[in-house]
Nanobody
Framework: QVQLVESGGGLVQAGGPLRLSCAASGSILRVNAMGWYRQAPGKQRELVASITSGGTTNYADSEKGRFTISRDNAKKTVYLQMNSLKPEDTAEYYC???????????????WGQGTLVTVSS
């Protein structure tokens, strides 16, 4: 079974840091792009940041300078370092990845189960 498992969410005070992790597991031949999305109550899911297998990153404008996405290809893991957190960053954070699975060598887009980040003022 191919899956993404997130960890690192929790309660943090405004201005503090938090680091999220997301590990891919299962019959995966290769992990292509990985990314983090978030969904606040009553809002649509939105991109936070993404990273290609070669390390090229992309950020939503509101996160530039505060969040850093990185990955460890050997561990099939992506990280999101979040600094200077604000109450408006409170949301469920989801990991997403495009993976190539073993025979029949299909390319799949998969999601993690989500991890809740709550920033108190």
């Amino acid at each position: 079974q191919v899956q993404l498992v997130e960890s690192g969410g929790g309660l943090v005070q405004a201005g503090g840091p938090l680091r999220l992790s997301c590990a891919a597991s299962g019959s995966i031949l290769r992990v292509n792009a990985m990314g983090w999305y978030r969904q606040a109550p009553g809002k649509q899911r939105e991109l936070v940041a993404s990273i290609t297998s070669g390390g090229t990153t992309n950020y939503a404008d509101s996160e530039k300078g505060r969040f850093t996405i990185s990955r460890d290809n050997a561990k099939k893991t992506v990280y999101l370092q979040m600094n200077s957190l604000k109450p408006e960053d409170t949301a469920e954070y989801y990991c997403n990845a495009e993976v190539v699975v073993y025979p029949p060598y299909r390319t799949l887009g998969i999601w993690g189960q989500g991890t809740l980040v709550t920033v108190s003022s």
